[in-house]
């Protein structure tokens, strides 16, 4: 059973997620603040976190960039604000999904589904020796999930690593926002297709040698993105 952490100070909200996730199967634990709930993250097992952004103690954004620095555990930001300056920035920070309030308690329990399933084919996958995609200065191992630029590795989240790798592996052919979110995230955009911007922003500033003129990942105006080789 998949132990989930919801980090959340209002109550109604905390245990609504709560019976929703426990009536679909997980187990759940609930912190109350952000310190606590820092705390309980970095010493004790989780499978997913729930992160409310605004909280007493400790914020989202700064419990997010701390889980990051230590697991890849995915992590699920939930907040009332709706500024995208907040969705970038959290999901900038490693959070591999953004939910703001309110929204329908189903909807959250699809998207934990969505990131266990992904997370769980992620760690129990055994390949037998390195599949290795290889472009100019760029390496990509496939199977130990790292990133090298001109032998040179560069640290990259989960959705990074698997917004990279499935461009890559698809060459020359473009890609809508909607498209990679279908593929990566494997849930309907719904809105959500910023977040694709912000990781190929990122992914970008690890990989290429200048970022206003690309030499691996395309912006094709009004279209998408595709891996040039």
């Known amino acids: 059973m998949s132990r989930i952490l919801i980090i959340e100070d209002e109550e109604a909200i905390a245990e609504l997620e709560k019976d929703y996730l426990e009536i679909s199967g997980f187990d759940v634990e609930v912190a109350s603040d952000g310190t606590e709930g820092l705390a309980r993250a970095l010493n004790e097992t989780f499978d997913l976190y729930i992160l409310d952004l605004m909280l007493p103690g400790i914020d989202g954004f700064e419990i997010c960039k701390q889980i990051r620095n230590k697991q890849n555990t995915p992590i699920i930001m939930v907040s009332a604000k709706k500024d995208d300056i907040d969705k970038i920035r959290g999901l900038g920070l490693g959070s591999d999904d953004y939910i703001t309030k309110p929204f329908s308690p189903s909807e959250l329990v ?51 690593f698997d917004l990279l790798c499935f461009l890559a592996q698809h060459p020359n052919r473009v890609f809508s926002k909607e498209e990679l979110f279908k593929k990566i ?39 998408g993105y595709r891996f040039k080789v």
Do not use: C
């Open 110 to 160: 699809a998207r934990v589904r969505a990131h266990l399933a992904r997370y769980e084919r992620l760690i129990n996958s055994a390949i037998t020796g390195n599949d290795i995609l290889t472009i100019r200065g760029l390496k990509i191992d496939k199977t130990d999930r790292r990133v090298f630029v001109n032998n040179v590795e560069k640290p990259f989240t989960t959705k990074e």
């Open 185 to 223: 995230w494997e849930m309907d955009p719904e809105g959500d297709i910023a977040t694709v911007t912000v990781h190929i922003k990122k992914i970008r500033e690890k990989i290429e040698y200048g970022t206003s003129k690309p030499q691996y990942i395309e912006t094709i105006w009004g279209v």
